[in-house]
């Protein structure tokens, strides 16, 4: 690990941050992005969406206009207590909070406005912020999970996978409403597979298993996604001599009982015990037939067979056909018959 002292830094600061990358590239030192930081990148498409920047222009104008006025703030308060929220680019969520407080004061914001003798918002600009807000709604509730300073990675890939079913229900949620919202919604969708395939795509060549490790070593994490995936893990105690649980046993339609966890000198982790119910079924015998066709056969089918005269009739030109056909084939590829047993199915 490279150390660097502040004046240094604060000498020539890019200086010391190339000299960091370079080491950092000989020593194979992988960037785990801000999964916070990519996920307001997936957010901040909805400033550039032709169908929803009008709107969100206009309650901007809106937001502005109140809080320049201290008469129509005071007025604001007075009714229900809370002020309007202006939204800022540098700020998590904040479009989704400015938002949000508008809906929420909504009654009260248009009894001052009218008294103002300001234009507000038409009813259907009232309906579509709500559906712009439930559309925003999941990703500021994982964003205020995600940024918390305790443990946090294992909730990603969890979160990832919310927010991945959201956007593709949201369209059938909002029906034939808003159409341009469910395909912004759609189109965030595929960004956010495009920002996050180092984490989502296995065959991505910057693929880390890193989150889904956190994931799955997080025992309060771990049980609810295995559940879904119909697995399950039969350990929630502590596996390891300093109370961590760093070890699983995971199955899918086995029967575990007598689990016990004991620690022996021979390493850190604890050793697990378990009896599992396995039931052997026994496989059948199956008769397999077959025929031998390569190129000689297909030579010699062809000099063997003769087509019939066109004089007959239909039925008996259909019934010829069969008969030559079955003969000659028997002839150059005879059926085999062989008898084998199924495979054994695995355990459980």
Known sequence: MYMMSPAALRKNPRRVMRKTLRLSKTEAIERTPCVVHTLQLVVDMIQKDLSVKPLLDRIRVLVRL?????VAIQRLLKLCGLTLVKDCPTRWSSTYLMISRLLQVKDSLV???DGMGWDCLLPSEWQKLTALRDL???FAEHTQMLQSDTMSLSLVLPALLDLNAHLSEFPEAQGSCYRDLASLS???KENMGQRFSCFLDPSDTKFSPLIAAACFLDPTVSPEALIENEHDDHIINATH?????LDSVITTGLNINNISITEIPLSDHHCIFFDAEITLTKTKKVIVQKRLLNDIAESKFLSDYEPHSHDSSLNEMVEHLNDA???VLNSVAPLKTKRSRQP???PG
């Not at 109140?66 to 201290?70: A, T, V």
């Not at 001599?241 to 649980?245: A, P, V």
């Open 186 to 188: 759609q189109t965030m």
């Open 111 to 113: 009894q001052v406005a």
């Open 325 to 327: 056909l079955s003969s």
């Open 136 to 138: 925003l709604l999941p």
């Open 344 to 346: 054994k199915p695995p």
């Open 66 to 70: 109140f809080r320049k006025s201290s």
């Open 241 to 245: 001599r300093h109370g961590n649980t």
